[in-house]
Nanobody
Framework: QVQLIESGGGLVQAGGSLRLSCAASGRTFSAYEMAWVRQTPGKEREFVASIRGSDRSTYYKDSVKGRFTIYRDNAKSTVYLQMNSLKPEDTAVYYC???????WGQGTQVTVSS
């Protein structure tokens, strides 16, 4: 059984920064492709960013390119999302996910005020 625990959300003004963390249990973390997704009320979850376990290739939603950075520390079984130049439209609950599985964290709220 894999557990994912997110942290780092909060309230920030537009233009500010936050770093989200997702700590994973399990001994094969380095093999997982990990993703951050987000959800706002009444909408489906949307992809934000992902990082492969093998070569650490990264992929981003167009609207966050150049502002968000996903990276991982396999020794700590943790994936991060550094979010800079935040905008009100980034407000959402952010979840980490093991790609291709139904393993999600509990989510962390990010609120960006204008």
């Amino acid at each position: 059984q894999v557990q994912l625990i997110e942290s780092g959300g909060g309230l920030v003004q537009a233009g500010g920064s936050l770093r989200l963390s997702c700590a994973a249990s399990g001994r094969t973390f380095s093999a997982y492709e990990m993703a951050w997704v987000r959800q706002t009320p009444g909408k489906e979850r949307e992809f934000v960013a992902s990082i492969r376990g093998s070569d650490r290739s990264t992929y981003y939603k167009d609207s966050v390119k150049g502002r968000f950075t996903i990276y991982r520390d396999n020794a700590k079984s943790t994936v991060y999302l550094q979010m800079n130049s935040l905008k009100p439209e980034d407000t959402a609950v952010y979840y980490c996910q093991i790609c291709g599985t139904t393993y999600w964290g509990q989510g962390t709220q990010v609120t960006v005020s204008s």
